[in-house]
């Protein structure tokens, strides 16, 4: 793999359901990042790591939890799943946490919840 | 918190300019970016400023104006490819970005 990849592509999932976003990056980036984006809103930071071992809560974290266990993985889970969770999730990740490093985004996971 | 604002969408013909502004007000600044996003696809890099003042990479230009909070993106000599959603995002004082709710550009032939 090159870049930064996330698994499913999409799902469908029933309110109340636990559920696990997959992110993997082989760029060996110290920060990752997870972002939700809905119609309107641009995207908004639900959680972040600036290194392994280590989380953060951005905007909107309520609902969500993730782990950053070594460098390139960085799950984020939906414990119970509710219908306001139905968004498009992207993982980014960026050499360092700050300054000029761009971010670089996956491919998106496209969730809704029933 | 932020405050990022930039239109929603904009129109334009193939072989023209467009200018993308996005007004800003943050706690702290440490940069702004421009992505590129086309439907169902991921954001992408565009630029990066710091400094007052224009950057150009090809097509592409970024001005920034920290006094004022404002920047814009211009595109010229637009070509149908151009068409997507253009993200401003600020940097602010933790590093973390905020970003607008993005304007969609389409071009026209």
């Known amino acids: 793999i090159a870049g930064i990849t996330q698994a499913p592509t999409s799902q469908i999932l029933a309110a109340g359901r636990r559920m696990t976003l997959r992110c993997t990056q082989d760029m060996r980036h110290n920060a990752m990042y997870w972002y939700r984006q809905d119609l309107g809103l641009g995207l908004r930071l639900i959680h972040y790591s600036n290194t392994a071992g280590t989380t953060g809560k951005g905007e909107v974290p309520d609902g969500y939890s993730v782990s950053r266990a070594n460098t390139d993985d960085f799950p984020l889970t939906l414990a119970s799943a509710v219908p306001s969770q139905t968004s498009v999730y992207f993982c980014?990740?960026?050499?360092?946490?700050?300054?000029?490093?761009?971010?670089?985004f996956g491919p998106g996971t496209r969730l809704t919840v029933l | 918190g932020q405050n990022i604002d930039q239109p929603t969408e904009m129109t334009a013909t193939e072989g023209a300019i467009v200018q993308i502004n996005c007004t800003y007000q943050t706690s702290g600044f440490n940069g702004l970016f421009w992505y590129q996003q086309h439907a169902g696809e991921a954001p992408t890099f565009l630029s990066y400023n710091v400094l007052d003042g224009l950057e150009e990479k090809g097509r592409f230009s970024s001005f920034l104006s920290r006094s004022k909070g404002y920047s814009y993106l211009l595109l010229k000599e637009l070509q149908m490819k151009d068409s997507a959603s253009y993200l401003c995002?600020?940097?602010?004082?933790?590093?973390?970005?905020?970003f607008g709710a993005g304007t969609t550009v389409t071009v026209r032939a």
């Open positions: 995002a600020v940097s602010s004082n933790d590093y973390k970005l905020s």
């Open positions: 980014a990740s960026s050499d360092q946490a700050g300054g000029s490093d761009e971010q670089f």
